[in-house]
């Protein structure tokens, strides 16, 4: 546990291929089942302060009592996946910190010296559905994520726990698209 930021709840891999990531993961350490969106809506999406608009896949599976997300990125508009993949990265790029206290979180992380990434709000564009990525530097992987979890947010982080727990390897895709915006 983080003093700073509390419990890890994710880790966020940003791959090249996340139908191959999707894959190695289901089939060779058995984590899934994966929700998968072909285009993750984002809204009010700044990267370094400036609007951008990335388009990007994302998969979410639970392994325990930590998420897994696949994060691929398909178009050259600046975000903090694109920054990593640019720089030659690929695999874990954030660790993420699940808060209902997002004001708060994000404003300690910036106390502590941390630059913010990007920020947007994610699924429904809905207010209690931001997020933040913070880096201070230093090691591949340990951007930051504060993600405000509330509302279909949380409606959908839980679905997928609970798949997680039932998983008996059938069905390792599934479709994310209605959790994420009804």
């Given at each position: ?23 190695h ?5 058995e984590?899934?089942p994966f ?35 696949l994060?691929?990125?398909h178009?050259d508009?600046p975000s ?13 790029q ?6 209902d206290?997002?004001?708060a979180?994000t404003?300690r992380?910036?106390a502590l010296?941390?630059?913010?990434l990007?920020r947007?709000?994610?699924g ?12 201070a ?9 504060i993600?405000?979890?509330a ?5 959908l982080?839980?679905a997928?726990a609970a ?5 008996d390897g ?13």
């Amino acid at each position: 546990m983080s003093r700073s930021f509390g419990v890890i709840r994710q880790l966020g891999y940003v791959v090249p291929d996340i139908a191959s990531a999707i894959t190695h993961w289901t089939e060779r350490l058995e984590v899934g089942p994966f929700f998968y969106i072909e285009r993750q809506p984002v809204a009010d999406f700044t990267y370094r302060g400036a609007p951008s608009a990335p388009e990007f896949s994302v998969a979410l599976a639970q392994a325990g009592h930590v998420q897994v997300e696949l994060i691929q990125q398909h178009n050259d508009a600046p975000s903090a996946f694109r920054e990593f993949t640019d720089a030659g990265g690929q695999g874990l790029q954030h660790i993420a910190y699940w808060t209902d206290a997002f004001d708060a979180l994000t404003g300690r992380a910036a106390a502590l010296g941390y630059a913010e990434l990007q920020r947007g709000r994610s699924g429904s564009g809905g207010p209690d559905e931001r997020f933040a990525y913070f880096t201070a530097g230093g090691h591949a992987g340990t951007v930051v994520e504060i993600s405000e979890v509330a509302g279909r947010k949380a409606a959908l982080f839980e679905a997928v726990a609970a798949a997680a727990a039932a998983w008996d390897g059938t069905g390792p895709v599934r479709d994310m698209t209605a959790l994420v915006t009804r």
